[in-house]
């Protein structure tokens, strides 16, 4: 009912610039994107986009100016993982849009809704190698779910509209709208579009029954039933029906990286993340499994180790939005196309006998008092595993938390301790370093009441750490812990495991004084070398409304454990706690 | 194995592109492409002859190009009732001696000759992959100066085989 009221009340809007006459291309762009209720883009004006900032300066949407594109998409992607809309942004032609290239990739592999426009040079010069022109089709034709180029002043309507239905639908991704000059000047009159047309995406929403049934004499026979729950349950909204079927079957849960939250962590059923750097218990559970129901993961290398010995033992029934990804790595004996949100919906709508697991519910219990995670004691520098914990009580769990990627990543993973959904931006497909911090400008453009925490490391942040202008413009209270271990963490982890201690290219003995850096932008900084000192400037400023910067001196040596080494199987965890 | 798989795809620019950027990135083995138009406008039809490891890599070529927005279908026809047929265009060196031997040779491939020059001659032949791989064997000792082909293209049979005809087991075998 409410959702016609809103069909409506979109076509009325929708009448007034038909009735206006001509229009330019740019100003056509703008209405688009009201059209699409765009509230902010993120962007960076040059050359080939003049004409829709100068339509953007004539008929406002909010907009934020990054310093760098890269981080414009990046703030772009925080924006869009814990708002739930789809995150805009607008760069110019050439190096606008390849500086977007790692934005896209790292929204592409982690699913996250984006519309990108990039300007192009003139259609008549398209093809001569003009001033600032790149082939950004061809470019970002495999980053991206679809993507196009406006060639005609009257496509772009349909056009925008269709890419904000493939960005948002179905498994969410970016969409990129490449629109040469000469499109954005033009003028004509043109009708907007509401209906769609795209007979070549259909994405399926409702689960097969016949694979239901399935699922549910498989559940009825299983001893050792586990779940994996990826962010396909955030991107469907289903952290409350996967809650409930947890409940209803008593079935432990592992979390993938990027599905943390999804699940709470405080939950006695929740074992922990799965894959290289998840707990024992978790990954125990995968292996020992005889079912295993996959809900909205993809089962990435990282999660599954080497898939020789993978879930060998089990059924596997995989839930997934994305019919492509069931089957692509682990043969799955039952598939079910769908939703994640849907599928249990439909699930916890039928009968289903709960597994008899009680024995392997106490071997798990049992699992997780032996082996729990762990951290070392003593030595120079703070525990990053206890610096953690800190943040964790100070924000009582309930701060959005970003990272980059790498050994903060996992600390901040295995330890903050994510009970709800959209509280957790990272990198993890693509592993992007430089992505936290303005991931989490744009967590905090999105939720500007909550606490947001950019974890970064300190060679991480400083790859984008030019956003600090961009915090300070717009007095933005994000809070920035930079994990400082005067390295490169994982690579020098790596390299003391498997390379024999051959430290190459990966310390970094001079860095800036991050606290005059952020006092350089008018922002607070401080320096911190023990956990108590930590707790208390985190006490004093984590949970006020300015943004700080805390360099945090952590253990130079400490590694993340426990790990699953390349190459090995779940059960070769190596660095479990010592007994 | 060898899998024929055909997509029905919207006549957009970039398509092919996109498709055999998609078949680079996720290391599918094409052997050969045919594209062309269908009996709709703006629907362009395409066959892929691939080499696969196992039937999941099939199942992921499919899929992967079902993922694609411009693609509307697609089907791996290699197991069904399906006539595929190539163009061969070769140019054979010839002699005053030779070019009666040419003709016979190629007749019961129902090849014509296109084009004659004072040393050669210029075949033209229709038909599945292995019969132009036959009747190139038997042309090669004369020389083939030049060899162009089209790839496959395929359609299925307007009455398919039944169930029941298409797999024969039985105890006896």
Known sequence: ?579 | MKRIVTATVLNQSGVLNRITGLFTRRQFNIESITVGATETEGISKMTFVVHVDDDRMVEQVVKQLNKQIDVLKVNDITDQAIVTRELALLKVMTTPQTRAEINVIIEPFRATIIDVAKDSVTIQVVGNFEKIEAMIELLRPYGIKEVARTGQTAIKRGSQRLVSESKQFSILN
């Open chain 1, 1 to 579: 009912m409410s959702q016609n009221a809103k069909a409506e009340d979109f076509k009325l809007e929708a009448q007034a610039p038909e009735n206006k006459g001509p229009i330019d291309g740019a100003d056509l762009f703008i209405e688009t994107l009201k059209r699409e209720n765009v509230e902010v883009m993120f962007g960076y004006p040059g050359g080939a986009v003049l004409p829709l900032y100068d339509a953007l300066y004539k008929n406002p949407i909010r907009h934020i100016l990054a310093r760098h594109e890269q981080a414009a998409i990046h703030a772009a992607e925080g924006y869009a993982r814990v708002s739930g809309k789809p995150g805009v942004v607008l760069a110019t032609s050439g190096p606008g849009a390849t500086n977007l290239v790692t934005g896209i990739t790292d929204a592409m592999m982690d699913s996250i809704p984006l519309v990108v426009f990039t300007g192009q040079v003139a259609t008549g010069v398209i093809g001569s190698d003009a001033f600032q022109e790149a082939d950004v089709i061809g470019i970002t034709m495999p980053i991206t779910k679809h993507n196009y180029q406006v060639r005609s002043m009257e496509d772009l309507p349909r056009i925008v509209h269709e890419a904000f239905h493939i960005a948002t639908t179905g498994r969410p991704g970016p969409v990129l709208i490449d629109i040469p000059k000469d499109i954005a000047q033009s003028v004509g009159e043109v009708k907007f579009v509401d209906e769609l047309n795209l007979p070549g995406y259909q994405p399926n929403f409702k689960p097969n029954s016949l694979q239901v049934k399935k699922l549910r004499s498989a559940l009825a026979q299983a001893k050792k039933p586990v779940i994996l729950a990826g962010a396909g349950v955030l991107h469907a909204k289903a952290s409350e029906e996967l809650l409930q079927f947890v409940e209803k079957m008593q079935i432990p849960v592992v979390n993938t990286l990027l599905g943390l939250g999804g699940f709470p962590s405080s939950h006695p059923l929740f074992l922990g993340m799965g894959g290289m750097h998840g707990t024992h218990t978790a990954n125990k559970a995968l292996y020992e499994a005889d079912l295993l129901i996959n809900i909205g993961a993809r089962f990435d290398d990282r999660l599954t180790g080497n898939l020789a010995h993978f879930a060998q033992h089990a059924t596997v029934a995989h839930i997934d939005i994305d019919p492509a990804e069931i089957g692509k790595n682990v043969p799955t004996q039952i598939p079910i196309v769908a939703d994640a949100r849907e599928a249990l919906k439909k699930i916890l709508s039928l009968d289903f006998e709960a597994p008899k697991a009680d024995e392997w519910r106490a071997i798990l219990e049992q699992d997780k008092v032996e082996n729990p995670l762990w951290n070392t004691e003593g030595g120079d520098g703070i525990s990053p595993q206890a610096l953690m914990k800190i943040i964790h009580e100070i924000t009582e769990g309930d701060a959005v938390v970003t990272t980059d990627v790498g050994q903060h990543q996992m600390w901040t993973a295995q330890y903050y301790g994510f009970n709800k959904p959209d509280q957790w931006v990272t990198s993890g497909g693509l592993g992007t370093m430089g992505f936290g911090f303005p991931s989490a400008i744009g967590a905090q453009i999105a939720k500007p009441d909550k606490t947001v925490v950019a974890v970064a490391g300190d060679a991480g942040f400083q790859m984008t750490l030019q956003e600090l202008g961009l915090v300070a413009e717009l007095k933005l209270p994000v809070k920035i812990i930079v994990y400082n271990n005067m390295a490169l963490g994982m690579v020098r982890q790596w390299q003391e495991t498997f390379y024999e201690e051959r430290y190459s290219q990966s310390l970094i003995p001079v860095q800036p004084d991050f606290v005059k850096l952020a006092d350089a932008y008018g922002i607070r900084g401080y320096v911190v070398q023990t956990e108590e000192e930590a707790e208390k400037v985190m006490r004093e400023t984590l949970k006020d409304n300015e943004p700080v910067l805390i360099d945090c001196r952590i253990k130079p040596k400490e590694m993340v454990y426990p790990m699953i080494a390349p190459g090995k199987g779940l059960h070769e965890m190596i660095g479990v706690k010592p007994q």
